[in-house]
């Protein structure tokens, strides 16, 4: 018998290069693939899981960064509820880029109240080319929530999924119907989501 109570879109988006498919791989089956090759077109995974004891799955695409496949994502935007947004730490031009990124999210997002997560990946290297406090800013200023991570180490890539999901259950509009067919109740943690973090830096801004 199928217990999931809602299928949710997510997007990972961003400059190639930054480990957006480690990030999908690290979450989906726990492995990360040092050879990793870059997307081609989008790539797609399936990874259920509980939300204060339902049962939720996760359609999560990956998508390419290279300028030559940015005809292929537009549709894939269609639907989506959360996107999560990603730059590397060690690279500052993939950070200068995201701005770029949001236009195009704001111009084929088809859901109003969309959920934005950024996310700093590559907090294992040692060089690093954007701090903590400049990510935090730029979240606060588009209202995402914001984490940093490494797929590498598994360091906080659970927290952020986690994090974004819960968001997404939380916010009326985005799943409105499959909440009432399911009959789903969460507890009311709107309050606590503006408070909270996944280790002292996944917030909502």
Known sequence: MDDVIATLKILIIGEAGVGKSSLLLRFTDDQFDPEQSATI????????????????KLAIWDT????????????????AQGVILVYDTSKRTS??????????LRTYCTKRDVIKMLVGNKIDKDQREVDTLTGTNFARRYQMLFTECSAKTCDHVQDAFDELVHKIIQTPGLWDTEKSNSGLKIGERDGEAKASSCYGGCSLI
Request: aromatic residues 14%; positive net charge.
């Open 64 to 79: 390419a960064g290279q300028e030559r496949f940015r005809t292929l994502t537009p549709s894939y935007y269609r639907g």
């Open 41 to 56: 077109g989008v790539d797609f995974k399936i990874k259920t899981v509980n939300v204060e004891g339902n049962r939720v």
């Open 95 to 104: 950070f200068d880029k995201l701005e770029n990124w949001l236009t195009e």
